[in-house]
């Protein structure tokens, strides 16, 4: 059973550019978690998703950031016009159910120039 | 704002020796909570979950929850250098089903 899978696993864009990060969950998963983490601090919820719903997105920023979790395929998460700010580890994870066991992917680290 | 406690450290222990990892948490109705280890550079990786009041045993590992005091606590029993990682406490918002996640603790085990 493959685990949770999200590429680019690097991803480098010049400012102002578009970055779309792809999560595939777990097989049986519908629930999928997306995280942000700067260097040396902690992870920063940014949205919950279901398939075809956002639960929560009250960690995503409100321009810019839109996130989505289609019937068929991965997760997107997509950042529109980026900013050296942007720069992190975006994590995704994935649970079968709302507060179950959720497991996590290796991570896109996002490198804007 | 339903929260995850836990104290950044660095807790340092020295090798073989118990390291014990506190969390606390806010959400009164919780039922699920999760311990996750993340090495630098890496992403988190799930090493127990407790569902009931007390002791779950895995290895080296114990965690403990005490629902009435909102309190999730991990035990590493002969702590080894390759346990010095970052150790993340997770509790489900009841509400909405997500994982709320505390900023972690930074364990180092000293040979």
């Known amino acids: 059973n493959a685990g949770v899978m999200q590429n680019p696993r690097h991803l480098v864009r010049r400012r102002g550019q578009e970055a779309r990060l792809r999560c595939s969950p777990m097989?049986?998963?519908?629930?999928v978690y997306w995280y942000r983490q700067l260097p040396e601090e902690g992870l920063k919820f940014m949205v919950y998703?279901?398939?075809?719903?956002?639960?929560?997105e009250s960690g995503m920023p409100k321009e810019r950031f839109s996130a989505e979790f289609p019937k068929e395929g991965p997760s997107i998460l997509r950042i529109q016009q980026v900013v050296r700010g942007d720069s992190a580890a975006y994590f995704c994870a994935s649970s079968q159910a709302g507060g179950t066991e959720a497991f996590f992917g290796q991570g896109t680290r996002l490198t804007v120039v | 704002q339903k929260e995850v406690e836990q104290n950044s450290g660095p807790l340092s222990v020295p090798e073989g020796a118990i390291a014990s990892l506190n969390c606390t948490y806010s959400d009164r109705v919780s039922q699920s909570f999760f311990w996750y280890r993340q090495y630098s550079g890496k992403s988190p990786e799930l090493i127990m979950s407790?569902?009931?009041?007390g002791d779950k045993e895995d290895g080296r590992f114990t965690a403990q929850l005490n629902k009435a005091s909102q309190y999730v606590s991990l035990l590493i029993r002969d702590s080894q250098p390759s346990d010095s990682a970052t150790y993340l406490c997770?509790?489900?918002?009841?509400?909405?089903?997500?994982?709320?996640f505390g900023q972690g603790t930074t364990l180092q085990v000293k040979p």
């Open positions: 097989k049986g998963h519908s629930h």
């Open positions: 998703l279901q398939k075809e719903n956002i639960i929560d």
């Open positions: 997770a509790a489900q918002d009841v509400a909405l089903g997500k994982l709320i």
């Open positions: 407790i569902y009931s009041n």
